[in-house]
């Protein structure tokens, strides 16, 4: 089974971008999501962005995913 967790693009540089999980930024590929802008949320699986994906829905998920993990 594989997992992609939302995240909130941060900003742009060529082919990569900086997000933001749970107040931690990493660097992710765009390559695959050539459309994301700054401030959209993605799909980020293994280091990339594999879609652009609506913010209600991204902030929904991430709650669930807080709430399995016990964080409030």
């Known amino acids: 089974m594989c997992l992609a967790i939302p ?3 941060k900003s742009i540089d060529g ?3 900086e997000v933001e999980i749970g ?13 994301v802008k700054e401030g959209d949320y993605i799909l980020l699986h293994t280091g990339y ?3 652009v994906i609506d913010k209600d829905d991204a902030i929904e998920t991430l709650e ?3 709430e399995i993990a016990g964080i409030k």
Do not use: Q
């Not at 107040?23 to 459309?35: D, F, M, Q």
């Open 7 to 9: 995240a909130l693009v």
């Open 15 to 17: 082919d990569t971008a």
């Open 23 to 35: 107040g931690v930024l990493r660097r992710a590929g765009i390559v695959l999501t050539p459309e």
């Open 49 to 51: 962005a594999i879609s």
């Open 64 to 66: 669930v995913l807080n």
